[in-house]
């Protein structure tokens, strides 16, 4: 099932990690699904129309248990279908989240792990929920082996 003209069901349900598990990480809720099809529409779909080359979603829907599997976080907007982690091949993550911040209309994008001086370092998160667009950027790192969330895109 197609969610937009480039974006299908099955890619931003893909895990390997509920693979390796037997996991079945499809959604059974159509609110779900609407949702991946909003993030898809309002911020995935325009972010390869701009760019013209394939967007790689490294991860979308997390089923619950899959998301405890990725330790992420027991909130994660990625469980509602409301989030992925994207990356375009020859683009740099500081500039594919500043494109993001500056001309969609977005939840939260976060800049995460990226390694200045190293252009695919790293990844981009990006939520959608017509319900919340605040807009919020941050950057997360590492620092003395612990996650750190900085406000603004620190690149």
């Not at 099955?10 to 990480?25: K, T």
């Not at 998160?125 to 612990?146: F, Q, R």
Request: charged share 25%; with cysteine; net charge negative.
């Amino acid at each position: 099932m197609n969610l937009s003209k480039n974006f299908t069901f099955d890619e931003l349900c893909r895990s390997q990690l509920a693979r390796d598990c037997g996991i079945d990480n499809k959604p059974d809720s159509d609110e779900v699904v609407n949702n991946l099809r909003l993030l898809c529409e309002k911020v995935l779909q325009p972010v390869r129309d701009h760019y013209g080359e394939p967007v790689k979603i490294n991860s979308g829907y997390r089923s619950e248990e899959v998301n405890l599997l990725a330790r992420g976080s027991k909130t994660s907007d990625h469980i509602t279908g409301c989030a992925a982690d994207i990356e375009i091949a020859g683009v740099p993550n500081a500039e594919l989240a500043t494109w993001i911040r500056d001309n969609l209309e977005f939840k939260q994008v976060i800049l995460e792990f990226y390694i200045p001086g190293v252009p695919d370092s790293g990844w981009v998160h990006v939520s959608y929920d017509p319900n919340e667009l605040k807009k919020e950027t941050l950057t997360a790192a590492k620092i003395d082996g612990k996650t750190k969330y900085m406000t603004g895109l620190v690149a």
